[in-house]
């Protein structure tokens, strides 16, 4: 039985991450594990996953350059 750890984000994802092999999958050349894998522990983390990190930065970059010269004062000239 091979042990994992879920790591829970603010934005609701997840990743389930190897922590450590059992005693099969350790002797195994490719370390396949064919018997049960158990979740070990579940962290809340206290920030977004990598990818809607990079979505929001790409949204807010590209936002940035389509208003540029446009003037939110009123006057578009």
Known sequence: M???E?????????TIR????????RNDPNHQCFGVKKLRNVWDQNYECESCR?????????NHSHHQGYGYNGYQG
């Open 2 to 4: 091979c042990d994992y």
């Open 54 to 62: 990079e979505r929001k930065s790409r949204e807010q970059q590209w």
């Open 18 to 25: 190897l922590k450590s092999y059992c005693h099969f999958a």
């Open 6 to 14: 879920e790591f829970v984000f603010t934005c609701a994802h997840s």
